[in-house]
Every structure is written in C-alpha cells, then in structure tokens.
C-alpha cells in the first residue's frame, strides 16, 4: 500500500506504444485531425475553478466590508462559521519558533483545531488544490503565465527553468530563518498573505513585491515562485502525497496529442501522456498536480478526468 | 527530444540551491539587523492583551481577526514602514482608540495565537462573577454579575500608559473648551462613560463646554481610578492638572478627545 503511494510508477519499464489499430481515432474509423476536432476544447473546469477562486476571496472581502461573518480573517488565519483554519506553514514556523521561546504552551486550542482541519481538509483534496482553486496569487500568476507563453512563442524571450528540488531548499530555508531568527520571516515576503490582506484590507506599498514576482515570473521564469519557492505551495505538495483525489488518465483513450502537457500548469505530472511513455494502463498524478482540470477540459478522447482513489470502480 | 524538468541536471540543482541559501542567508542577516535598529524606535500601541513585544512580533501571524471583530474598527494593521511590523495590528489612537465599546475583549478573544491572550481577562472576569455571587442575593432586584465582569475584565487591560505634555494642555492654562473637540470633519467615535451613551457614537455629534477643559478625564472609559483633574494651589493661586493614575490601560481614548493640536496626552506602550 505505502509502496504504492510514494514510488512513483515512472521508475517502471514503459510499456509499448499502442500500434495504430489501438489507436482511439482509429477505433471510431475517423482521421487523426477530425478526432481531435470532434471534441472542442472546452473551458468548463476553468470556469468553475476561477469562479470559486473569485467567490471564496470576494467571500473574505465582504465577510469585513458588510460585517458578514461568514469567512472572516485573511488565508493567512481564518474563521469559517466560527470555525477555525490555519494556513499550514505560517503554523510549521510558527511551531517551530514557539517551541524554542517557549511560547508554545500558549498557542489557543483554535489554532491545533485549524492547523489540523486544514491539514485533513487537503489531505483528502489533494494538497496542491489549494493552489489553482483558492490562491489569489495563482490567478494572477496564471495570467501571467499565460503572457509569458505569448512571448516566448513571439521568441521575445527565453524559458529559464530550474531544477524541482529547488522549492525543498526554500522549505527548509526559511523554517531555518523562521527559527533562527525568531521571526515569521516568510510571512513578510509571502505574496498569498500579502495579496489576501490586500483584497481585504486595503492595499499598501508591498504589492510592489508581488508585482516585482510577476514581472519576474512574465519575462525570466515560467512561474518561478508557485515552481520553485512557495514553501506553502510544497507544503501542500507534502500533504497531498496520499491524498485520494487526483487526476485519472486511461492509455487506450489517449490519442498521444499531448495537448494535455500544454496546457498543464504543472507539466511534468503528466509525464505519461506522451507516446510510449506510459507505464502502466491507468496513472493517477502526482501531488504536485492541482487538480485545476484544464487537462481535462482540452482531452480530445476523455482519457482524463477527476477521481477519488479506491473508488475508480464505482465510480 | 526535448527536456522536461526532472532531467535538468544535478549540477544545474547545486548552483541553484547554492543561490537559493545565499539569498535567504542574506534575509536572514536583513532581518537580524532590522531586528537590532528596530530596538531603539518606538513600539506600536498593540490591541487589549498582548503579550510582550518580543513574542508578538513572531507570534502574530497576521491574520486580521481581531481588525474585524473590533466593533469600532480601533485596529489597523501596520504597513511596510513597519518594516518587520509589516501586517501585525496597532491601534492608533489619536484616530480611533479603543473605547471598550465591545465590553467583552474579543479581539484578544478570537487571536488564534493568544498574542492577544485573553485567558488573563477570562480569570479576571470569573473571579469577579464569583465575588459578585458572594455578596449579593440572587433574588435581589437588578441582579446582575455581568456588569462587575465587564468593568473588571476592562480595568485588567494593560496596552501602555498615558502621558502628559503639560506644556499644550488647556486644563494646565487654566483655559476652557467649548465646542467639537476634534471638529466636524473627525470621523471617531466613543462611548460616554457611565451610561451617557448605549453605544460608540461619532466624537463629531457631541459639544462640550466646560470652564477647565477636562474632556480626558470625563470621557475616560475606566474613570478615577485612571485620570483625575488635580487641583493645585499655590500661593492662593489655583490651576489644574490631569493627572494619570495605576489604573491607566492605555486604550487612548484621552489621547482621541484632547483638542489641542497635536495632542496633549499620548499613550506610551507597554514595555515588557
């Protein structure tokens, strides 16, 4: 069971290429093109996913501005009905600062109760969820992205990328500066707070910072802070690595288009998709993926969709 | 064939990671500077309950809760001039200060971090529910132990102390005040002590007009045990003076009345 969790099929050998007589398109007696055509690429999953990115920060916007009650504090620490949610990783620096002073002892019941929740909550929807659903700053670093694909299409600019593992020294360097220094230095720097505060509070000059991100991220690197810094963002990561919700694909429907891999935000999760890469006849993603189904939305073959592990067969 | 992420080299990894730690080192030392200049400047009014300033800087994780439970909207939060403040919250009390309108703390009540640590007023208020039982009957007329809980749960905040600048002061220049004391365009609101008013209401819709001005002692939310207006006399010669007393909270709301321009009483933070 755990073997099946953390090795990742990838390190299996790939099985052969389907022949031609396998191939979807084939199958329904159409040619490669009009297959392709047949299902327009829809935006359905995007619609929904920025609707309720949208909704839930108007949500906290206007829990304050019309005293609502509904969804009050910033994603940084908030109240839910009352109930309390905690973002993970100010409450991993926090932890490990309040255990060295000794502060520790008096952290609220509220806070375990919202760490814990959110903890659970994303375990069983898929860590990096909270990314492409909730992040404020992921919708605007999705525009960017897409700014930054335009140009380097137009060959304005060259794609930098790094190596993945860079986020794990990010992870461990700033609860390292957190502890050293006894202070939330990630908090100060970190665009989801600043930009949340900024919808509900009222904007101030440190939106500079996050514009600084996005200009980086438009013209150097394809979206170097969600990539390659975001210890919140790896945090989730972390928590997702068992999650049950995830993105099913299904080799005999896959047309080996690899539109899916275009449009991915986080490509290297759909590894498989792409002729005779495939392990295994059915892959599920892997935590980095955050669920935003615009894969799912572009498949020609349905080959792709939503699915809760463990229930693949009801379902 | 193209190259995917994960076959970006090693070595490629350790320059990167190398950069990475250097950029966060030099965070680090940032921070621990600021940290060393921050230690001579003045300290933020915090909101009712915090803990010392050491612990609340790293404990705060400043999410707002208590901006938006604040009912009189007395909590800001602190911009990037703040430098490592940056998103904790203050109250600035020449603008809105905290009148105790709430009556029960709940900004220290809903802080998940209890920087605002509202177990101190919880005992307190227990305490004087439970002397409240001892000495009066339950069938007596106008029972009621909640009063005596909020007063004491108020009277145990401690947010600084008020100061005078004598040198400003009306009451000191044995001059008078009649009037709006910070004028029809002032958009703070308090509630008269001692049941003038139900509720806050808008510092603009009230007139004084007293013959020594006395606004900070009148409308201070704990009353005499606070401020007092002392009466001087020497050599047959009388003047006054406001004078600040132990039981001070420093929620500033003297600091909002006063109608001299710039104030004549601040609040100086708790140090602890």
């Not at chain 1, 919708?139 to 137009?154: G, T």
């Not at chain 2, 490629?12 to 921050?38: D, E, H, M, R, T």
């Not at chain 2, 790293?58 to 809760?65: E, F």
Request: aromatic share 12%.
């Amino acid at each position: 069971m755990l073997k099946n969790i953390f090795n990742s099929s990838k390190n299996k050998p790939p099985l052969l290429a389907k022949k031609m007589e396998e191939m979807p398109h084939v199958k329904l007696g159409m040619d490669y093109k009009t297959w392709c055509d047949s299902q327009p690429a829809g935006d359905k999953w995007r619609k929904i996913r920025w609707s309720v990115l949208i909704f839930m920060n108007l949500l906290f916007f206007l829990s304050f501005a019309l005293d609502l009650s509904l969804l009050e504090g910033s994603l940084s620490g908030s109240r839910l009905f009352g109930f309390y949610l905690m973002d993970p990783f100010s409450s991993l620096q926090l932890l490990a600062i309040s255990s060295k002073t000794g502060y520790i002892v008096h952290l609220t019941t509220n806070f375990i109760i919202g760490t814990v929740t959110i903890l659970l909550f994303y375990f069983f929807l898929g860590g990096r969820t909270f990314c492409s659903w909730l992040c404020p700053y992921h919708f605007l670093a999705e525009l960017a992205e897409r700014l930054h694909d335009y140009l380097v299409k137009k060959k304005k600019i060259k794609e930098h990328k790094f190596h993945l593992g860079l986020r794990y020294v990010f992870w461990i360097g700033f609860l390292a500066l957190a502890f050293f220094t006894t202070n939330l230095v990630f908090e100060d720097m970190n665009p989801v707070g600043i930009i949340s505060r900024a919808i509900i509070y009222g904007p101030g000059m440190i939106l500079l910072w996050v514009f600084a991100l996005l200009i980086f991220e438009i013209v150097y690197s394809k979206r170097f802070w969600c990539r390659y810094v975001c210890p919140i963002g790896t945090t989730y990561t972390m928590i997702g690595k068992p999650s049950p919700l995830t993105i099913r694909f299904e080799l005999d429907k896959c047309g080996y288009c690899a539109d899916c891999q275009t449009v991915c935000l986080v490509p290297h999760e759909l590894w498989f998709v792409k002729r005779g890469k495939a392990t295994q006849e059915v892959h599920h993603t892997g935590s980095d993926c955050t669920n935003c189904g615009l894969c799912i939305d572009t498949c020609a073959g349905n080959a792709l969709k939503y699915t809760i592990k463990g229930f693949d067969k009801i379902l | 064939m193209k190259k995917n992420n994960s076959d970006i080299s090693r070595r490629q990894f350790i320059v990167s990671g190398a950069v990475a730690f250097g950029s966060l080192a030099a965070v680090g030392v940032g921070v621990k500077y600021l940290q060393k200049s921050n230690d001579n400047e003045d300290l933020l009014l915090r909101p009712p309950g915090a803990v010392a300033e050491s612990d609340f800087i790293y404990g705060c994780i400043k999410c707002g809760l208590c901006v938006q439970i604040c009912p009189v909207q007395a909590i800001k939060l602190a911009g990037i001039n703040e430098t490592l403040s940056y998103g904790t919250p203050y109250v600035d009390a020449r603008n809105q200060a905290c009148d105790f309108s709430c009556d029960s703390l709940q900004c220290a009540e809903t802080c998940p971090t209890a920087v605002l640590n509202f177990k101190q007023f919880k005992v307190v208020g227990e305490k004087a529910i439970e002397k409240y039982y001892n000495e009066h009957d339950t069938k007596e007329e106008g029972f009621n132990p909640f009063k005596t809980q909020i007063i004491a749960m108020k009277e145990a905040v401690k947010m600084g102390v008020a100061k005078l600048k004598s040198e400003s002061c009306l009451a000191v220049k044995s001059e008078g005040f009649k009037g709006i004391s910070r004028g029809e365009g002032f958009k703070g609101v308090n509630r008269t002590p001692g049941g003038g008013t139900p509720s806050a209401v808008p510092l603009n819709t009230k007139e004084y007009d007293r013959e020594i001005c006395d606004l900070c002692v009148t409308e201070c939310p704990i009353g005499e045990s606070a401020i007092v207006l002392e009466l001087i006399e020497n050599n047959g010669s009388k003047s006054y003076k406001p004078k600040v007393l132990d039981g001070c909270t420093g929620c500033g709301v003297c600091v909002m009345v006063c109608p001299t321009e710039p104030t004549s009483i601040f609040i100086d933070p708790k140090k602890s």
